[in-house]
């Protein structure tokens, strides 16, 4: 299976692990990454503050330099902003012809075009999960994240706007409120996954920089609450996020003087270590806040864990009602 | 048309709606010149001509004149039609040979060039004038109608129709899919605004219904198929086996007792409580038979147990029972099959299905009925703990394009009782979040002003989210609801310990299949359509086939009580007239064209065209079309004509309309 | 926060562009997209708040914030580099409105150096000449309009 390939800027060295850990499980999974020729930056959430046509006409370019790799129509991005620009760019080109037409005009200036619908823009999380399939994953798997509890983070950009899946069948990518397809992913991979009821909610992006109570406040709720729900780490998909939960937790717990230690990994990261790979390889160790003690949960035996003693409660004394359960819903 | 036609046209001003744009005057006198060869006799303008003295104009002259032909051109046939062909017929002529054309909607209101629109409405009357030339005198069609009622559903709508149509003393057939009739409002604690108990308002209705000679009451049964038309359907229904002999069965309910399977209970208790695997859904169920659910039973399942068997003092139980199908004929039918709640799983960002405390509205109902899982006490999840805050959020999956864009309309008051009920039992502050009160009807407005009174507090703002994570201090083991008051034009966090969801209203799951059994239709949202949404809400486009109550839209009790007495109303009205008068306008098949390709039998969107094997052709069933003309055009043959919209009159108006008849006949060459 | 978004439409709708164009709501929105998928009559709320902020610059109206100015400094790089450059963009940002927030950052900074995750350097991409032609020729059709 081949794709086009966009990185975006963060995944050149902010977050080069990521970088390094979908290049290397995406090998292992049998998928072929073709970077994009000559990318440059989507833009992400300033471009578009200052500028309409130009932030357009900017994401375009990569769209079309993307049709330059031959024998692929799907174009992947790690990066959840990249990937909302480009899926955004691309399906406003497609229900707009007047900005299709305005696009192309400038893309005309350095001699290229692009036609809305060419490329089926998807984020890595999706492909992984929905081209390989839950099943092929799980048999790879060697080292199983028996013992981890993870807090799975999806941030915003990943599930909104619900842009219409690709695959035509009319119905989005994932929930927008409460998304599973991360947390499927990590029980494949044998980790004991928390109900995180934020695991949608917004990092904050830049807001460190422009207001730095609200941004880190932000971030202050997110990592609190994998916390409170006694997770061992964060486990995202898009390196915004990381840098916020991970490069500014020691600023935030100074801010508000908390002292939370949660180390924030990327999925790739620990889809390689399931498959056995050396940590090193993946980029591990390059977070702020030390991963090695989560860490060491999967790399000894463990012991079965007590379940904490129960009150035993006899049938007879249990008042407790029924209640319906999530997953169980056709819309 | 073998006689000569002797033509009146009219032309009506309708005040200034037409006299403004086109010249009326000018079209009646060109009208009497130029269309006098082709059998125009008198041709008049007149102020109003649905007006008496207007009709009374057409009226004079078909007598004096000795008029054969009536044209009126005015307004819309929809509005009028009915209106001068009564009058032709009063004058002794048949109704069909009078026609209006309309010069109002379709020129003088699309138009304000006054020239072109007079140009305009002359040749639609010179159409007009050709093509009633082919029109034949026709009779409306009748029909017996058979003297007995199919209500399908039990709530109260359809009890309320049963017990008008069975007290005038005709028979009522009422099925009901659940073990017991009652509906959905068996399931209330108290109903608005007068805070009535809901069963106690209720149980006598469905007691008199169960008592009633006249009402056969079918509980445990679906109808499967339906055949024929009005006056005279046939409909299959399937008795779903009880397990219960009913002649035996005295209701003692030691079945229940002793039967040891316990099951969530998810259609009366709304998946709060629980039931036996053989149950009567609750105590003051009519009939009071019990029923065996196959799928739970350990007998069924496993082989083993029989405990009710052991147990009952009748020896009722019979678990050798079978469904059984049966036909019952009736004249007409009423659809009264309800509504399901909204699932607002659909909206994880309330949290319901994954935080405990939050609970739908018919969970809450339960929780507030003395006979519900807990006694009637409001508690938490956890069966035990009693809230001290509760909020309550109106427009749940309702007023939103996500969702449901139209209006529940009872959820504003149903929220209001929530908020006294919970006032009442717990003493609890309670938070109401909604975005508009919609309190219309005799008493809502007040009541509203009550709760006001009783210090509930009113956020106007639609929640954004339900959730556990906590943020501030306060919040920790408390479900916030983040929401904006828009009054205020802040964010607010509101710490609570119970949620409940006004979820609104939605059409059964199974709405679109059981309206095509009955050849309706729904709209878009799923809900039966009625004939006409301001003047005709019971009936629907296929005769003899009525819906009252939430099958047609979210309404409150009286407004189903009100639909269920409307339906039957317009039922007994039938059955009085003893048959019934299908419009003329239908088609026909000749027989000796047909060629058998049957391409005509699938494309009738009414099933009136059967194939008789034996001869090879089709035949129109003239009580069930209606003459939409589909098969007419679709026959490759040509061998489908209807009345009223012939090839002939087709052609002649479009001649007429291009003014190709205005040319004199040469003079005769001797 | 201090126009709700529903009260900047309510403002909008009355006509009073001023005090919507002055809003520090629109500078504080980090495009989550929680409003637009939530929104019962599916109004496309981020996407009125990125207009809102390009017609608050256009006619210099915000007070209540340095977020334009970042928004600016991160788009030169890009008009210049073809990629974002982090420390050019901190750097640059903190001198004009927040230096002592050097002294804050610093010990996350010499962590993201020792970890390699920092670039000296911006990158420059190949196209940059075809980049530039594209971005120009996309602003005077804008202008144009």
């Known amino acids: 299976m081949k794709y086009s390939y966009f990185p975006g800027c963060s995944l050149e060295r902010n977050a080069a692990a990521y970088n390094i850990s979908s290049l290397a499980t995406a090998k292992a999974l049998g998928m072929e990454m073709v970077e994009v020729e000559d990318w440059n930056c989507c833009g992400a959430t300033e471009y578009i503050s200052l500028n309409l046509l130009a932030s357009f006409a900017l994401i375009a370019r990569n769209l079309a330099q993307a049709t330059k790799t031959t024998g692929v129509n799907q174009l992947v991005a790690p990066c959840s902003a990249c990937y909302l620009n480009l899926r955004k760019t691309d399906a406003y080109m497609q229900e707009s012809p007047d900005l299709a037409k305005k696009v192309n005009q400038a893309l005309s200036a350095g001699g290229l075009s692009y036609e809305g619908g060419t ?10 999960v929905n081209d390989i399939g839950l099943e092929t994953i799980a048999s790879k798997v060697t080292r199983p994240l028996k013992g981890l509890r993870i807090a799975p983070y999806y941030g915003c950009m990943i599930v909104r706007p619900n842009f219409e899946s690709t695959n035509g069948d009319g119905k989005s990518f994932d929930n927008t409120e409460y998304p599973m397809t991360l947390d499927n992913l990590l029980k494949t991979l044998g980790a004991e996954v928390v109900d995180f009821p934020m695991k949608a909610h917004c990092c904050g992006g830049h807001m460190t920089q422009i207001s730095e109570a609200t941004g880190f406040e932000m971030i202050r709720r997110l990592v609190k609450g994998a916390s409170d729900y006694k997770a061992d780490m964060i486990v995202t998909l898009c390196p915004m996020c990381q840098l916020n939960l991970d490069g500014f937790q020691a600023p935030m717990n100074r801010h508000f003087k908390t002292n939370y230690n949660m180390p924030v990994l990327y999925f790739t990261q620990m889809l390689g270590l399931a498959f056995g790979m050396d940590a090193a390889s993946l980029g591990i160790g390059q977070e702020l806040v030390d991963a090695r003690h989560a860490l060491a949960k999967i790399g000894v035996e463990v012991p079965q864990p007590e379940k904490p003693a129960a009150p035993k409660k006899s049938k007879k004394d249990d008042k407790s009602l029924p209640m319906p359960l999530m997953g169980k819903v056709e819309e | ?174 099925v009901e899919r659940e073990p017991s009739v009652g509906g959905h409002m068996a399931q209330f604690d108290k109903t608005f605004p007068t805070l009535d108990c809901s069963a106690c308002i209720l149980t006598p209705k469905m007691v008199s219904a169960g008592t009633h000679p006249n009402i056969s009451m079918l509980s445990w049964a679906e109808v499967t198929h339906v055949d024929g038309y009005v006056g005279n359907f046939t409909a299959t229904i399937h008795q779903k086996p009880r397990y219960v002999k009913t002649d035996l069965c005295t209701g003692c309910g030691i079945c229940q007792e002793k039967c040891p399977k316990k099951v969530i209970d998810d259609v009366y208790e709304a998946g709060l409580g629980y039931r036996k695997a053989i149950y009567t859904p609750f105590p003051q169920a009519v009939p009071k038979f019990p029923v065996l659910d196959k799928p739970n039973c350990t007998y069924f399942q496993k082989g083993t147990c029989k405990a009710c068997e052991k147990f009952c003092p009748t020896d009722a139980i019979d678990f050798t029972q079978k469904d059984e199908y049966f036909d019952v004929k009736v004249g007409n039918i009423i659809l009264a099959t309800g509504y399901d709640l909204f699932d607002a799983r659909r909206i994880p960002q309330y949290g319901f299905g994954r935080l405990a405390n939050v609970f739908s509205s018919l969970e809450f109902e339960r929780l507030s009925n003395s006979a519900g899982p ?24 309702s007023r939103d394009r996500n969702y449901n864009n139209y209006c529940s309309s009872i959820c ?97 799951h199974d709405a679109k299949e059981v309206a095509r059994l009955f050849g309706i239709s729904c709209s878009a949202d799923g ?131 291009l003014l190709l008849n205005l040319k004199q006949p040469e003079a005769a060459v001797s | 926060m201090d126009h709700t978004p529903r009260a900047l439409f309510a403002l909008i709708n009355a006509g009073m562009s001023d005090v919507v164009l002055k809003s520090n709501t629109p500078w504080y929105c980090v495009s989550c997209y929680y409003c637009t998928v939530r929104c019962p009559q599916e109004v496309h709320i981020t996407d009125i708040m990125y207009t809102l902020k390009r017609l608050a610059v256009q006619k210099g109206h915000f007070d209540d914030t340095n977020a334009p100015d970042f928004s600016k400094t991160f788009i030169s790089w890009v008009e210049s580099y073809g990629r974002s450059f982090e420390l050019g963009l901190m750097g640059q940002h903190m001198l004009m409105h927040n230096p002592f927030g050097v002294f804050k950052i610093a010990g996350m900074g010499i962590g993201m150096v020792s970890k390699g995750r920092m670039d000296f350097t911006p990158t420059r991409i190949k196209g940059m000449d075809e980049l530039k032609a594209i971005l120009t020729k996309a602003k005077e059709l804008e202008v144009a309009e």
């Not at chain 2, 009920?421 to 938070?431: F, K, Q, S």
Request: glycine share 10%.
């Open chain 2, 374 to 397: 807990t006694g009637g006490t409001v508690v938490l999840r956890d069966g035990v703990t009693t809230p001290k805050t509760v909020g309550i959020i109106h427009c749940v999956g």
């Open chain 1, 119 to 128: 490329l089926k823009v998807r984020h890595l999380l999706d492909v992984v």
């Open chain 2, 1 to 174: 048309m073998n006689e000569e036609a002797r033509i009146g046209v009219y032309v009506c001003h309708c005040g200034s709606n037409i006299a403004g744009i086109v010249d009326v005057e000018n079209v009646a006198k060109w009208a009497a010149e130029k269309l006098g060869h082709r059998g125009v006799v008198i041709a008049r303008d007149y102020k109003f001509m649905c007006s008496s003295l207007g009709q009374e104009l057409i009226e004079k002259d078909i007598k004096e004149l000795g008029l054969t032909r009536i044209v009126v051109a005015a307004c819309s046939p929809h509005l009028h039609e009915k209106t001068f062909r009564t009058a032709a017929e009063r004058a002794g002529l048949n109704p069909y040979l009078c026609e209006l054309v309309s010069i109002r909607e379709q020129v003088s209101w699309v138009h304000t060039d006054k020239i072109a629109a007079t140009e305009k409405a002359k040749a639609a009357i010179s159409g007009g004038v050709e093509r009633i030339i082919h029109n034949v005198p026709l009779t409306p069609l009748r029909v017996p109608i058979d003297k007995s009622t199919l209500i399908v559903g039990g709530g109260i709508a359809g009890i309320q129709a049963a017990l008008e149509i069975a007290d005038a003393g005709y028979k009522v057939y009422l």
């Open chain 2, 527 to 657: 809900w039966y359509i009625e004939r006409h949404p301001k003047l005709d809400p019971v009936a629907t486009m296929t005769e003899g086939v009525f819906i009252a109550g939430c099958v047609q839209g979210p309404k409150d009790i009286p407004a189903s009580v009100v639909q269920g007495a409307a339906a039957a109303a317009r039922v007994l009205g039938r059955i009085q007239q003893g048959e019934i008068a299908l419009e003329p306008v239908r088609a026909t098949i000749n027989a000796d064209n047909c060629s058998g390709c049957r391409i005509c039998n699938d494309l009738c969107p009414y099933s009136a065209i059967v194939f008789h094997e034996d001869k090879m052709v089709s035949e129109v069933n003239p009580a069930l079309c209606q003459g939409c003309g589909t098969c007419v055009a679709a026959c490759p043959a040509g061998a489908i004509s209807g009345t009223c919209f012939s090839d002939e009159q087709i052609m002649a108006q479009i001649e007429g309309l």
């Open chain 2, 412 to 508: 504003c008051m149903q929220s209001l009782k929530f908020a006294h009920l919970v006032h009442e039992r717990t003493g609890a502050e309670v938070y109401e979040f909604y975005i508009d009160m919609r309190t219309p009807a005799k008493g809502y407005d007040e009541f509203y002003q009550r709760l006001l009174e009783e210090g509930t507090h009113f956020i106007r703002g639609k929640v954004a989210e339900v959730t556990d994570a906590a943020r501030l201090p306060g919040e920790e083991g408390k479900l916030i609801i983040q929401v904006e008051d828009t009054l205020v034009g802040k964010q607010r966090r509101i710490p609570v310990d119970m949620v409940i969801l006004s979820s609104g209203l939605e059409p059964r």
